[in-house]
């Protein structure tokens, strides 16, 4: 199962672009810090529910899936490993916040064989 929720916060202003398909992508950098340290990680977010108001130095919550995308660039191809958010709430939103952990634990909770520990 591909499920992802991470806390963190925005290291760069959020870019919003319009596809060719007419749909919208929101790309984030949401830095989290943890026991191993800091870390960096790109979220792609697709066509979000309202106008995004988050700026640089937002604690938010993220939820979705890891994607690995291959593109050319230059005559070569490359990659980048991205979280795909199917949602993003401000952390100061505590119950939206918890209410989407939540969800993600009841997802993974269902997953036959699954073991959700917390840490």
């Known amino acids: 199962m591909n499920v992802v929720v991470l806390q963190g916060t925005l290291s760069s202003e959020p870019s919003l672009r319009t596809l060719g398909s007419g749909s919208q992508l929101v790309q984030l950098e949401v830095t989290t810090r943890g026991e191993d340290g800091t870390s960096s990680v790109p979220v792609a977010w697709f066509d979000p529910p309202q106008p995004v108001t988050l700026t640089v130095g937002t604690e938010v919550v993220v939820a979705g899936v890891v994607r690995r995308r291959f593109f050319r660039t230059g005559g070569a191809t490359q990659s980048r490993t991205e979280v795909v958010a199917a949602q993003v709430v ?21 997953a036959e064989g699954s073991t959700v520990r917390s840490g």
């Open 90 to 110: 401000p952390a100061s939103r505590r119950a939206a916040a918890r209410r989407l952990v939540a969800q993600q634990v009841q997802r993974l909770g269902g």
